[in-house]
């Protein structure tokens, strides 16, 4: 392994893992399954006698699953020990570790966890080493939210993959499968062993800003297929599948990160929509479920979110739908669970609820501590902290982080990023790209008409690790297929010069390609479209995003949606224009008229092909 402070490599041996854990399984009792002994065999008596070993600030650390700036366990940079100074109050992850003893970490982008595969790896590698390291050490679950499509925190040279709503549109359990086992092969590989993906929301609401194409759509038998297909996948590689978020973010204009959304459902419409693809993933034997920021008055009339309801996580979650397995909250520091209760009273009414592990408070210090407090007064027990550490305990044993939490170079040599991984991704979004409108069969664009292409439109920040900007990828993508494409990237909201600039350069176009982003009735990108129309030449518009956007656009002669502006779905968007892939997706969702929302334009299962 390489340590995450010097570079330098050893490959841990097997004996140097349980010799590091020596100090937790000779304390265990007898006639127990150690820790760490050989063949992995892990059963709640021994895992009990793990947990009567710890102390109780060591049993309230367990249920926290924390964010820590920086690159490496031990040496992070100034700038990362500062941010950590003054969030978390320790230096690095090693301090956090060795403070608040941890069950979790979730690595994040802007955290500065994710450089680069080997870089990841040696955090990971220190992370344990340093939990390992501790009296009763025990190791940690390293998460991160590795959805594919617009949110990964893994970049390349790792391989991305189509998105939820994308491989809806595929359709393929096969392929979905495909994800959750190459995705999983590589996240492993890196240390990271619980991934909160796949997304099983039903997206019903086409002004969704929080959920949208990170769905796979709006058919909730759909999404349990590719769910459950997923999640097996995810199985297969060693790796935590998460379904998130419980009880359904799939109809709310609000995001609770920023505010405190409220579903309307009523029961007999939650249990038809919503809950349909939760029960396929408990079905499938998925390891942990988020819960969401939301209220659904209809299953909990107290008007509190989600994630602090008993009704709902234990009354429903636990005992209606009979799920045993972990149960993570969405991030503490989003505003919709922050709004009714403060920051101190979060964690523990969460645990009271039937929670399992506390995801990335605002304040660990607060949170931990409340929770501590909560237990030392009685209005929790520790009887209730065992069983939230024991679910947490059986899935570590379960992805073997109680035989060998370590990971090697080779082994990410051999699996991140590698060129079968990249083939997969690129053949699975050929089968996503959806055609929705093709007028006078402009496509696919002939070069010896059309070679002259010209690729304008949004450039929103590109996801984690991708070449971006879109325009910029297109154009490249088009002249490597024997195009003469240039770019010139207008923006997500185009001024009138952007607007006469891209008009002026069309008139030496033959043809015009308008990457779009979740374009809305008074979007300035309607009038881009629609000049560009006017002056005659050929215009092609690829929803980059939301496939909604064709309702607002009928001035284009044809139109593609994409579901995301990563570089393998804008490049096989690309080789559909040219017609080296032909267009095989279909809607996940319908989209509605423009003029009449009440009305279909296209139904859920459209799609063109040629």
Same mark, same amino acid.
């Given at each position: 392994?390489?340590?995450?402070?010097?570079?330098?490599?050893?490959?841990?041996?097997?004996?140097?893992?349980?010799?590091?854990?020596?100090?937790?399984?000779?304390?265990?009792?007898?006639?127990?399954?150690?820790?760490?002994?050989?063949?992995?065999?892990?059963?709640?008596?021994?895992?009990?006698?793990?947990?009567?070993?710890?102390?109780?600030?060591?049993?309230?650390?367990?249920?926290?699953?924390?964010?820590?700036?920086?690159?490496?366990?031990?040496?992070?940079?100034?700038?990362?020990?500062?941010?950590?100074?003054?969030?978390?109050?320790?230096?690095?992850?090693?301090?956090?570790?060795?403070?608040?003893?941890?069950?979790?970490?979730?690595?994040?982008?802007?955290?500065?966890?994710?450089?680069?595969?080997?870089?990841?790896?040696?955090?990971?590698?220190?992370?344990?080493?340093?939990?390992?390291?501790?009296?009763?050490?025990?190791?940690?679950?390293?998460?991160?939210?590795?959805?594919?499509?617009?949110?990964?925190?893994?970049?390349?040279?790792?391989?991305?993959?189509?998105?939820?709503?994308?491989?809806?549109?595929?359709?393929?359990?096969?392929?979905?499968?495909?994800?959750?086992?190459?995705?999983?092969?590589?996240?492993?590989a890196l240390g990271i062993r619980q991934d909160y993906s796949p997304v099983a929301d039903?997206?019903?609401?086409?002004?969704?800003?929080?959920?949208?194409?990170?769905?796979?759509?709006?058919?909730?038998?759909?999404?349990?297929?590719?769910?459950?297909?997923?999640?097996e996948g995810y199985r297969g590689a060693g790796v935590a599948a998460t379904s998130k978020?419980?009880?359904?973010?799939?109809?709310?204009?609000?995001?609770?990160?920023?505010?405190?959304?409220?579903?309307?459902?009523?029961?007999?419409?939650?249990?038809?929509?919503?809950?349909?693809?939760?029960?396929?993933?408990?079905?499938?034997?998925?390891?942990?479920?988020?819960?969401?920021?939301?209220?659904?008055?209809?299953?909990?009339?107290?008007?509190?979110?989600?994630?602090?309801?008993?009704?709902?996580?234990?009354?429903?979650?636990?005992?209606?739908?009979?799920?045993?397995?972990?149960?993570?909250?969405?991030?503490?520091?989003?505003?919709?669970?922050?709004?009714?209760?403060?920051?101190?009273?979060?964690?523990?009414?969460?645990?009271?609820?039937?929670?399992?592990?506390?995801?990335?408070?605002?304040?660990?210090?607060?949170?931990?501590?409340?929770?501590?407090?909560?237990?030392?007064?009685?209005?929790?027990?520790?009887?209730?902290?065992?069983?939230?550490?024991?679910?947490?305990?059986?899935?570590?044993?379960?992805?073997? %982080?109680?035989?060998?939490?370590?990971?090697?170079? $080779?082994? *990410? #040599?051999? +699996? =991140?990023?590698? /060129? &079968?991984?990249?083939? @997969?991704?690129?053949?699975?979004?050929?089968?996503?790209?959806?055609?929705?409108?093709?007028?006078?069969?402009?496509?696919?664009?002939?070069?010896?008409?059309?070679?002259?292409?010209?690729?304008?439109?949004?450039?929103?920040?590109?996801?984690?690790?991708?070449?971006?900007?879109?325009?910029?990828?297109?154009?490249?993508?088009?002249?490597?297929?024997?195009?003469?494409?240039?770019? %010139?990237?207008?923006?997500?909201?185009?001024?009138? $010069?952007? *607007? #006469?600039? +891209? =008009?002026?350069? /069309? &008139?030496?176009?033959? @043809?015009?390609?308008?990457?779009?982003?979740?374009?809305?009735?008074?979007?300035?990108?309607?009038?881009?479209?629609?000049?560009?129309?006017?002056?005659?030449?050929?215009?092609?518009?690829?929803?980059?995003?939301?496939?909604?956007?064709?309702?607002?656009?009928?001035?284009?002669?044809?139109?593609?949606?994409?579901?995301?502006?990563?570089?393998?779905?804008?490049?096989?968007?690309?080789?559909?224009?040219?017609?080296?892939?032909?267009?095989?997706?279909?809607?996940?969702?319908?989209?509605?008229? &423009?003029?009449?929302? @009440?009305?279909?334009?296209?139904?859920?299962?459209?799609?063109?092909?040629?």
């Open positions: 392994m390489r340590d995450s402070s010097t570079g330098s490599t050893a490959s841990p041996s097997r004996r140097t893992v349980l010799a590091a854990t020596a100090a937790t399984t000779a304390a265990l009792a007898l006639n127990t399954t150690p820790a760490g002994a050989a063949g992995g065999r892990h059963d709640d008596a021994s895992l009990r006698a793990l947990i009567s070993r710890m102390t109780l600030e060591e049993k309230v650390g367990q249920l926290f699953v924390m964010r820590v700036y920086g690159h490496s366990a031990t040496a992070p940079d100034q700038a990362d020990i500062d941010a950590n100074l003054t969030e978390l109050g320790v230096r690095t992850a090693a301090e956090l570790i060795a403070r608040y003893r941890v069950g979790g970490i979730i690595y994040f982008t802007w955290a500065h966890n994710t450089r680069d595969p080997h870089q990841i790896a040696a955090l990971s590698n220190g992370i344990q080493r340093v939990s390992l390291a501790q009296p009763r050490g025990l190791p940690v679950l390293i998460s991160t939210d590795q959805e594919h499509g617009i949110v990964a925190r893994v970049g390349k040279p790792a391989t991305l993959f189509p998105g939820a709503m994308a491989l809806g549109a595929g359709g393929s359990r096969e392929d979905a499968r495909t994800v959750g086992r190459l995705s999983g092969t590589e996240l492993r039903v997206n019903v609401n086409p002004a969704n800003p929080v959920i949208g194409v990170r769905s796979f759509g709006a058919d909730p038998r759909a999404v349990a297929r590719l769910v459950t297909a997923e999640v978020h419980f009880p359904g973010h799939g109809d709310t204009a609000v995001d609770s990160h920023f505010g405190f959304p409220v579903i309307t459902h009523s029961r007999q419409l939650w249990s038809d929509l919503d809950a349909v693809p939760f029960r396929a993933a408990i079905r499938a034997g998925i390891d942990s479920i988020m819960t969401a920021h939301i209220m659904v008055p209809a299953l909990d009339p107290a008007g509190d979110p989600a994630t602090l309801s008993r009704p709902i996580l234990t009354g429903i979650l636990r005992e209606e739908l009979g799920y045993d397995g972990v149960v993570v909250t969405d991030s503490l520091g989003m505003e919709g669970v922050r709004t009714k209760y403060g920051d101190d009273r979060v964690p523990v009414l969460a645990l009271k609820a039937g929670v399992d592990q506390l995801l990335n408070p605002p304040s660990i210090d607060v949170a931990w501590h409340a929770v501590l407090d909560a237990v030392r007064g009685g209005e929790l027990t520790e009887t209730r902290l065992d069983e939230s550490i024991l679910r947490v305990l059986r899935l570590k044993a379960k992805l073997g %982080l109680l035989d060998d939490p370590y990971v090697g170079d $080779a082994g *990410v #040599d051999r +699996a =991140v990023g590698t /060129a &079968a991984h990249l083939r @997969a991704a690129d053949r699975i979004a050929e089968r996503t790209t959806t055609l929705l409108v093709n007028k006078r069969g402009l496509l696919p664009l002939s070069r010896r008409t059309h070679r002259r292409v010209l690729v304008v439109g949004a450039d929103p920040a590109s996801p984690t690790g991708t070449d971006g900007p879109p325009t910029t990828v297109l154009a490249a993508a088009l002249t490597a297929l024997g195009f003469t494409a240039t770019a %010139l990237s207008t923006g997500t909201a185009p001024t009138g $010069a952007a *607007v #006469d600039g +891209a =008009v002026a350069a /069309a &008139a030496g176009a033959d @043809a015009v390609v308008v990457a779009t982003y979740n374009v809305t009735a008074a979007s300035s990108q309607r009038t881009l479209v629609d000049r560009l129309a006017a002056t005659g030449v050929p215009v092609v518009v690829i929803a980059v995003r939301n496939p909604y956007d064709v309702a607002l656009l009928p001035s284009a002669d044809a139109h593609l949606a994409a579901y995301s502006w990563t570089d393998v779905e804008l490049r096989a968007a690309a080789r559909v224009i040219a017609g080296r892939a032909a267009p095989r997706g279909r809607l996940p969702v319908a989209v509605q008229r &423009a003029d009449d929302p @009440a009305q279909v334009l296209y139904p859920i299962g459209y799609g063109m092909t040629y």
